[in-house]
């Protein structure tokens, strides 16, 4: 992993349309199992957490019926009683109206690494979670790819073809500027997402220099920093010699990772980004969910849920 620095430069256009064309099989295929494996997930697991968590702007009037023995009195429409002579019990409905933007990295050190899953791919089943859920509770969902500049923006909307395209459109991303400007993306979703949303902003957070945007953003959205790696992000192995390549960049350099002092350098550098990131959030009340890839999110994303929920109480 090298230092990564914000980037300067004016912020480009961002497209709106459908998705690139010409998109291969089997990138299909993975989109239909993630949406398979994220059904079950949502339908075993979190469409009610999600509903209890995420709740709408208030409640709105649906109508009156009849007062039946124990209700609550504090309850009855006094107006409506002296209108119509019979106590009427005014009942509620949630308006939801939620608005969901995950804001992805999809930066190149999200489709390098060991393994096998890389932290796109996590990335992509953590939007497909989230996303149906989401949906199912009426809600619309919307993203923002972003690596030093915003790369795509696909407005909120519902529906199950909705979900397939944002897990698509991570899944096939192919980034045309290098490095990571977190804040640089915010900027932009603070601009372009006017309405009050919830925000999943997902990165593996090795980046710097983004605190006051993120400190903005907050102030107008609930945003859910939901951190993804794996394990060589935050410490090299003891394994002599090695060419490391700067998936970022496309930099190289020969590494030295039997050298105790090297591997220690490598993982203090990560504990001071991660201290700061730390500090950010804390200040902007922002929740985290950590995540690695090749390991099973489904107790990260509960752990979520349960403090979100206890929070609300």
Not at 138 to 166: I, M, N, Q
């Amino acid at each position: 992993m090298f230092g990564r620095k914000r980037s300067a430069s004016t912020a480009t256009a961002v497209s709106k349309g459908e998705g690139p064309g010409g998109i291969p099989p089997e990138l299909l295929q993975r989109v239909r199992a993630i949406e398979i494996k994220a059904r079950r997930l949502v339908n075993d697991l979190f469409l009610g957490e999600y509903a209890a968590v995420f709740r709408g702007r208030g409640l709105e009037f649906d109508e009156l019926r009849p007062y039946m023995a124990g209700d609550d009195p504090r309850s009855i429409d006094w107006k409506a009683f002296a209108r119509t002579g019979e106590p009427l019990i005014r009942r509620y409905r949630e308006d939801r109206d939620l608005t969901v933007v995950f804001a992805v990295d999809v930066s190149g050190s999200q489709f390098a690494g060991a393994l096998p899953t890389t932290k796109a791919d996590l990335a992509a089943e953590l939007c497909a979670v989230l996303a149906l859920a989401a949906i199912r509770n009426k809600d619309r969902v919307g993203l923002l790819l972003f690596a030093s500049e915003p790369e795509r923006f696909v407005r909120p909307a519902g529906g199950r073809t909705h979900v397939l395209r944002v897990v698509r459109e991570v899944l096939w991303a192919r980034p045309k500027s290098k490095g990571t400007d977190i804040g640089r993306a915010l900027e932009y979703l603070t601009g372009v997402q006017r309405r009050r949303a919830t925000v999943f902003l997902i990165s593996d957070f090795l980046a710097t220099g983004y605190e006051n945007q993120l400190s903005a953003a907050a102030r107008r959205h609930d945003i859910i920093a939901i951190r993804v790696r794996e394990p060589l992000d935050e410490e090299l192995p003891s394994a002599g010699i090695v060419r490391l390549r700067d998936a970022e960049t496309g930099a190289f350099r020969d590494v030295d990772t039997s050298d105790r002092r090297v591997r220690e350098g490598y993982a203090a550098h990560v504990r001071e980004i991660d201290e700061a990131r730390r500090r950010a959030f804390g200040e902007s009340g922002i929740d985290e969910i950590k995540v690695m890839a090749g390991e099973d999110y489904v107790r990260a994303l509960l752990a979520f849920f349960k403090r979100r929920s206890v929070a609300a109480a």
